[in-house]
């Protein structure tokens, strides 16, 4: 957790911004567990990581943090061939960029 807090305040303080893209099965940092909520049926669900990070986030590094829901963001409608090579070209991109050791650039 530090070396990660200590990368995320040097970005952040370098370019008056951060990005930290969250799983939703990532276990949390201030208590070790995998995020969940319940559903109104009972069901447990994984979710609510984004938003228990920002908070994190801004309580230890004093930041204005703040989470998006990719899932919302996306629901402008359904996804047509340009939008799903788009992604898929820009998903692969990331990885390999990440494989050859890049950070810190935007795709």
Do not use: M
């Not at 309580?59 to 990719?70: G, M, Y």
């Amino acid at each position: 957790n530090d070396e990660l807090l200590h990368h995320i305040e040097k970005v952040h303080n370098e370019n008056k911004c951060a990005v930290v893209a969250v799983s939703e099965s990532i276990t949390l940092p201030e208590n070790g567990e995998v995020s969940r909520y319940t559903t109104a049926s009972g069901t447990h669900r994984l979710g609510g990581s984004a938003e228990a990070t920002a908070s994190f986030l801004a309580k230890s590094l004093n930041i204005d943090a703040r989470h998006i829901v990719l899932g919302h963001l996306q629901r402008g409608g359904s996804p047509n061939t340009f939008d799903q090579v788009l992604a898929t070209t820009l998903g692969a991109h990331a990885v390999k960029s990440l494989c050859q050791g890049e950070s810190e650039i935007f795709v």
